[in-house]
């Protein structure tokens, strides 16, 4: 199973994420992650991003492109994985078409949660409270949502006119979302 899974800042990728790419015997592969890693090992992918990232924007597609490209060439990622946060423009979704491509291989789905707009600041504001985390400052929230709605939401249209997106009801507990996923993913 080749996935990726899409959906505005707090609508629960990274939670879900997690779970799904063990279910699919996948890899794991979230952006996010990978620049906040860079960052806290102060590399020079990490002092590029975390620019970005305070500001609540994206990091350039050059950067985050190259990066991708070279971990869907590991061996972990070769029969599954699940993408979490990317792409997230139409640059990256070009990119994604041609990696695939050169890979010899497609996805089987795009993933995408929706969740009411309130909860998602709600969510936020209380991962804030504990995560240390640079972006989760209530301005910088609002807009990491306004830049997704401009940049990332038109994307899924993509996905929708090629078949391959499934939209899933992000509310409720984990439980609930995950058990939702499962239902709609396509069987491998
Ligand atoms: P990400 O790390 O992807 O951060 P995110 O959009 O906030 O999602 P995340 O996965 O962390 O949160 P989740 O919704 O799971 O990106 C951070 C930054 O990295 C971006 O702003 C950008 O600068 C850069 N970046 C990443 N990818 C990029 C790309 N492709 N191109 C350019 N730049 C890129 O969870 C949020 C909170 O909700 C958590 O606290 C969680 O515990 C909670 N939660 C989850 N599910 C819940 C539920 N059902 N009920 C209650 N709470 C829940």
């Known amino acids: 199973m ?10 629960g990728k990274g939670t879900q994420a997690e779970a799904l790419a063990r279910r699919i015997e996948g890899a794991h592969i979230s952006t996010g992650d990978i620049f906040r890693d860079n ?16 500001a609540g924007e994206y990091v350039p597609d050059s950067v985050t492109n190259a990066m991708v490209r070279d971990r869907l060439a590991q061996p972990d990622a070769r029969d599954a994985f699940l993408l979490d946060g990317y792409p997230r ?36 504001l ?15 929230i609002r807009h990491r949502q306004e830049v ?9 249209n993509v996905y ?13 507990s984990v439980d609930e979302v995950a058990a939702r996923i499962d239902a709609a993913l396509p069987k491998a």
């Not at 080749?2 to 609508?11: C, D, E, S, T």
């Not at 997704?148 to 899924?156: I, N």
């Open 39 to 54: 960052v806290s090992r102060q590399t020079e992918l990490g002092r590029t991003a975390q620019r970005y990232m305070d």
């Open 2 to 11: 080749r996935l990726v899974i899409m959906g505005p800042p707090g609508a």
């Open 148 to 156: 997704y709605a401009a940049e990332t939401a038109p994307l899924l």
């Open 126 to 140: 209380k991962r804030a409270e504990t995560s240390g985390r640079s972006d989760d400052t209530e301005d910088v």
């Open 160 to 172: 929708r006119e090629r078949g391959l997106l499934v939209e899933v009801d992000g509310m409720g």
């Open 89 to 124: 423009t139409p640059d990256q979704v070009a990119e994604l078409d041609s990696i695939l491509s050169d890979l010899g291989t497609q996805l089987d789905a795009a993933l995408a949660l929706t969740v009411d707009p309130e909860e998602l600041i709600a969510r936020l």
